[in-house]
């Protein structure tokens, strides 16, 4: 695994645990309204999208350059 692999696999992993971190805004009973529940929805989306543009070629793990998008209050 080559350095620009390895950035990656870095980044999936911080992702996959903050998207594991937010699992619980999508229980039924956890408490959020529906519209706080959906705006969870849809920052749990731009974390899974972010990814799959990253290539080899565009990969720039310098942790102030990752947009993940701002979490949605509570």
């Known amino acids: 695994m080559n350095i620009k692999e390895k950035q990656i696999f870095q980044m999936r992993q ?27 929805k849809g920052f749990r989306q731009v974390l899974r999208d972010y990814m799959k543009d990253i290539t080899v070629d565009n990969v720039d793990y310098e942790e102030e350059h990752i947009d993940w998008g701002e979490e949605p209050s509570p």
């Not at 911080?14 to 594991?20: E, K």
């Open 14 to 40: 911080f992702r996959n645990t903050v998207l594991a971190g937010t699992d619980w805004t999508q229980l039924s009973d956890n408490g959020l309204t529906d519209e706080k529940r959906e705006e969870w």
